[in-house]
């Protein structure tokens, strides 16, 4: 089943250092990105929007530097995520209502941008 994320979450995995070192050779083939429901091919993660639905499907993943086997894009990405201590998350809601919804989230220990 593929998995669903945010551009935001997306370009976070996909930053992320301990999973995507600059000197080594892990790179990944053969996933298929949506980005609001159209296939992203190769325009780069940087392109896509933080609000955008994107879903995570097959792929591998070779030279793995979490876990010792190739694992397919998506479990990588599960793999990421389930280290992760915080999360973002898109919040809508009636405008007469955003400094509520503000102060809920900073009440929780959230931050707000």
Known sequence: MPTKTTGAEFKRF?????????????????ETVLVNGEDHGDKGYENIPDDAVVILNHGI???AQVGSDEPSFETYFKRWRKLQT?????????LTKRDAVVAAIRAAGGRVA
């Open 86 to 94: 915080t999360t973002s998350i898109i919040v809508e809601c009636d």
């Open 14 to 30: 996909y930053e992320d250092s301990q999973f995507w070192p600059e000197d080594t050779d892990t790179y990944h083939e053969e």
């Open 61 to 63: 993943v070779f030279n």
